[in-house]
């Protein structure tokens, strides 16, 4: 699956980060193409997904894969993968549940109230670290302050990253 491998998103996007994380995990060669979705979409975001027009876009061979929960399945399929949930790997749930991370950190800074308390849900918490710290994650998952910073952003009326 290494050939061709195209994933069109933005950095900020849980949807494109849990596809670059799964990506990561089972090791694919793969280019990231940051694409317009502010106002004048990117023309190959248009081409790619005509219809909804909207991120993430696996390119494989040229043939897109939408929706990020559908591109999870195609990568799984064609790693021939193990069975996730439970166990030591990262699975879908992980990744799907992980992608939120960085916007769920901005939301505990701007709203100054810890949601990962390790007192109070220690298990989450300390699967939120682990998880955030993998290899196949760490280079991936944008941190709060690039969150805040999009959402100040956006607050002003300019779109960021």
């Not at 694409?35 to 975001?45: A, C, M, N, P, R």
């Not at 799984?76 to 549940?97: H, P």
């Not at 196949?136 to 607050?155: C, D, N, P």
Request: hydrophobic content about 40%.
């Amino acid at each position: 699956m290494a050939e061709e491998v195209k994933l069109l998103g933005r950095r900020l996007s849980p949807f494109s980060t849990r596809v670059r994380i799964a990506l990561n995990l089972k090791e694919v060669a793969h280019e990231f193409v940051t694409v317009e979705i502010f106002g004048q979409k990117s023309e190959i975001l248009l081409k790619s997904n005509p219809v909804y027009k909207k991120i993430p876009v696996l390119l494989h061979h040229g043939n897109p894969i939408c929706e990020s929960m559908v591109i999870l399945h195609y990568i799984d399929d064609c790693s021939q993968g193990k069975n996730f949930f439970g166990g030591d790997a990262i699975g879908y749930l992980d990744i799907a549940l992980g992608s939120y991370l960085g916007p769920l950190k901005a939301g505990e800074k701007l709203s100054n109230m810890e949601l990962l308390d390790e007192k109070k849900v220690p298990l989450l918490a300390g699967w939120a670290e682990r998880f955030s710290k993998h290899d196949a994650v760490r280079e991936v998952l944008a941190g709060a302050e690039e969150y805040i910073e999009m959402i100040q952003s956006m607050a002003d009326g300019v779109p960021t990253v």
